[in-house]
């Protein structure tokens, strides 16, 4: 998209602003500066943000630098024949003489956009002042050698940073659902009832019964969270868990972890569902209070409406 961009413009002057914001090698660009290598570091930043692009890329304004930092990331290939794939930055020596592996420093930097054949076609900031391409053999003249970026592990962590931050979203649903719960409850004088049965499985029977237990407290959470369908729950029975209705187990196994009951909880986090193995009991950790003790939501016969 930055084909034609030439250097003084609007867009060039994007281009250096966003590399300004991580200033790789301690200082800022300016607008007159020789710029392939801040435009190459730009796109990255541009594409994965300034701390993935910082991780993944050898950001720098400097070609020589660009180097030294591929191999601390131990992404740089030292062959001129090397075949690259789209997403490689390719270096340059403009002194190359053509004979044997150019070893020699680094002039110029540029992105490659595809190969087809033994033909690279090469997208570059800077060339002749302007966003450009350049078409040029494999193991070509003036090919100084190539970053290989882990775009393979970035997609990975990309999808990990995603995965967190869905299951970040649904425990902040689910506490505030909870807490709804709680709180509603409290106020219109539930009672506990050890038995799902007399109590209903749904927010809406619940609510018309004015009885709830432990366990219901926690699904009636998850369903209006949308975790699980209405009449859809699980219960620990103090040896293990048991479930009602097709797909609770693995509804609420993809959003949370159940503490199983013959395991001691450790390394809880607020919303974390644990189970006790010496009864049917079922409550959230909530997080600690000042003097570091444990805050659970839970609803049983001896805590109705309190926070434990």
């Given at each position: ?28 660009m300016?607008y ?16 994965f943000?300034?701390?993935?692009a ?19 990331k ?9 075949k ?12 190359d ?14 992105i490659v956009?595809?190969?087809?054949g ?6 570059e ?16 003249k ?22 967190k931050?869905r299951l ?6 689910f ?13 219109n004088?539930?009672?506990?009832d ?24 926690v699904?009636?959470?998850?369903q ?8 859809q ?18 509804a609420?196994k ?7 009951p013959k395991?001691k909880?450790s ?28 805050l659970?939501?839970?609803w ?9």
């Amino acid at each position: 998209s930055y084909l034609g961009t030439k250097q003084g413009s609007k867009a060039h002057k994007k281009i250096i602003d966003k590399f300004n914001e991580v200033k790789p090698d301690g200082w800022a660009m300016t607008y007159n500066a020789f710029w392939c290598a801040a435009f190459a570091s730009a796109m990255a930043i541009m594409a994965f943000g300034k701390k993935t692009a910082a991780k993944y890329f050898p950001l720098s304004a400097n070609c020589g630098n660009i180097i030294t930092k591929a191999k601390a990331k131990k992404i740089w290939k030292e062959s001129d024949s090397y075949k690259p794939k789209a997403g490689d930055w390719i270096l340059y020596d403009w002194q190359d003489s053509g004979k044997g592996d150019n070893t020699g420093s680094p002039d110029h930097v540029g992105i490659v956009r595809s190969v087809k054949g033994n033909i690279i076609h090469v997208i570059e900031g800077n060339k002749n002042k302007e966003v450009a391409e350049r078409v040029i053999q494999v193991n070509g003249k003036y090919i100084r050698g190539y970053v290989l970026p882990k775009y393979e592990a970035l997609a990975k962590a990309k999808t990990r940073a995603a995965e967190k931050k869905r299951l970040e979203k649904l425990r902040a649903t689910f506490k505030r659902k909870l807490a709804f719960v709680v709180s509603y409850a409290y106020k219109n004088h539930f009672k506990y009832d050890h038995s799902w049965r007399h109590c209903g499985t749904s927010w809406a029977q619940v609510k018309k019964t004015k009885k709830m237990n432990c366990h219901l407290m926690v699904n009636l959470a998850l369903q209006l969270a949308k975790i699980l369908e209405a009449g859809q729950i699980f219960w620990i029975n103090g040896t293990s868990i048991k479930c009602r209705g097709k797909g609770t187990a693995k509804a609420v196994k993809k959003a949370f972890a159940i503490t199983h009951p013959k395991k001691k909880p450790s390394g809880l986090i607020p919303t974390d569902i644990c189970g006790y193995s010496n009864n049917a009991h079922t409550q959230v950790y909530a997080g600690r209070n000042k003097k570091k003790q444990p805050l659970w939501y839970s609803w049983g016969p001896s805590d109705v409406g309190k926070m434990q």
